[in-house]
């Protein structure tokens, strides 16, 4: 195997940034925005290696081609290659600095979700020129791939949510998307766990199996490549990123933890983003980290069944091994794209551009978050994986659910997002601060907020709390028993 070109890079030179979901709509936006903004903020020696996944071969070699042309048009484009230029860098060098590579998988398919989670932690990946490459580690997982579960509009519903809520609220917080309960799928295709195919237990909510749980399998499997040592060589490398994508409509109402999986549920997206938020916010909480921690042991220390682990304040699994068993678990960041169409929500050709350009007009009525394009959209996910540990850490960037946002111009910016129960920042705060003050109209508290939300108080605060603490314990549950049944189908199957 011919060394990769980064491996004669320092590692504090090189980035990793895996994107699930990537071959259309905000996941290839994600990646275009991180070439661009890498190729603009790091140095000249620097090297970007991003990892789309999707959901075939076929599908991997068309979105690198697209990314590729993409590369080439930010290194030609006349305002990017000035830039460049001016700081040295010369077209060539542009193109040898990006590296694009990719791997299959379906997150409704958790046997394709183990091997990819194999293929990066022990096997290689194709690259463009140079043969078979493995990957080091990871600094950041973008988890955007996902369903929405939607069948169309409810026209009346639309029409009755903007004549009684307006037209910017109707449009930002819609009442009137339709979509049919009972959506459930079989994550391991041709076998289950008792020998019933037909089985309930077999089965999952396909969006719930979409936008969290196939996620939360393949972070966990992939940690050895998102943790670090905390002495040795990881010294100059920070923590990994695992950087979930929410959505601004995961409110309150919409999740149920009598419908943890939101099979029943009429807004089974919402509530799959809503207990997106309470997974993120609270991880790293003092009374949840208990319910958490075998999740972040990683899939080889939860096999030592021997060893005590305990969680250290400063993210640390150590194990009794002493230092050199040491690790600093990945830092977890929660956003959002704000308002996008894509063709995630299915409408007709001419419906789908009818309902853009509304999303324009709510822009320029003043809404923050109708960022309207893929690549706006990314805003918020690229500054999380690309941007400093310091600047994160100083931010207090795990505490805020971050969204993508649009002044009336369309230049893209990054906001923080009230959620509910949690507010800001986890904090009782006032909508009027000293710093909320200092801060442009688009990124004021009371830019852009949903009528009628609540400011947090200690109550709801405690409430979300215990709620994050709960579904972290429902998602170990999970984990655990279809770990089982992952391995049982491996070997009755007679392969990984």
Known sequence: MVPAP??????????????????????????????????????????????????????????????????????????????????????????????????????????TVRRAAGQLLGGTLALEGHGEVRIPRLDAVVLNAGIGGWTGLDWPR??????????????????????????????????????????????????????????????????????????????????????????????????????????????AYESTKRLTDLLCLTADLPSVRPHALSYWEGPEAG??????????????????????AAVRKPKVYLCHPGIVVTTIFPLPLVLFYAYKFAMYITRWLGSPWHTNTSYNAAASMVWLALAAQGTLDDEGAGKVKWGSACDFWGNSMVKKTEVDGWGWQGKVEDLDDEDDDRATRVLRKITGRKRGAEVVTEETRAEFEEMGASCWREMERLRGEWEARIEKTVASNGHA
């Open 6 to 111: 980064w491996d004669s890079v320092p590692a504090r030179d090189t980035s990793f940034v895996l994107v699930t979901g990537a071959n259309s709509g905000i996941g290839l936006g994600i990646c275009q925005r991180l070439i661009d903004e890498f190729l603009a903020t790091r140095s000249l020696t620097s090297h970007l290696i991003v990892i789309p996944t999707t959901r075939s071969a076929r599908k991997s070699a068309e979105t690198i081609a697209l990314l590729r042309r993409h590369l080439y048009k930010t290194a030609s484009s006349s305002s990017s290659s000035s830039k460049l230029r001016a700081r040295g860098a010369a077209p060539e060098g542009i193109l040898a600095r990006v590296h694009i590579t990719s791997v299959q998988l379906d997150l409704c398919d958790f046997a």
């Open 158 to 267: 639309a029409a009755h949510n903007v004549f009684t809520a307006g037209w910017v609220q109707a449009t930002t917080w819609p009442t009137f998307k339709a979509a049919d309960p009972g959506l459930v799928t079989n994550p391991l295709p041709g076998s289950s766990a008792d020998g019933d195919s037909d089985s309930s237990s077999s089965m999952m909510g396909t969006v719930f199996c979409a936008n969290v749980f196939g996620h939360y399998l393949l972070a966990h499997a992939i940690l050895p490549l998102l943790s670090r040592r905390r002495r040795g060589e990881d010294d100059d490398v920070p923590p990994g990123r695992i950087i979930w994508e929410s959505s601004l409509e995961a409110t309150g109402e919409h999740f149920s933890r009598d419908d943890f999986q939101a099979v029943r549920s009429r807004a």
């Open 303 to 324: 096999r030592r069944k021997e060893e005590e682990e305990e969680e250290e304040e400063d993210g640390a699994v150590v194990g009794v091994a002493g230092e050199e």
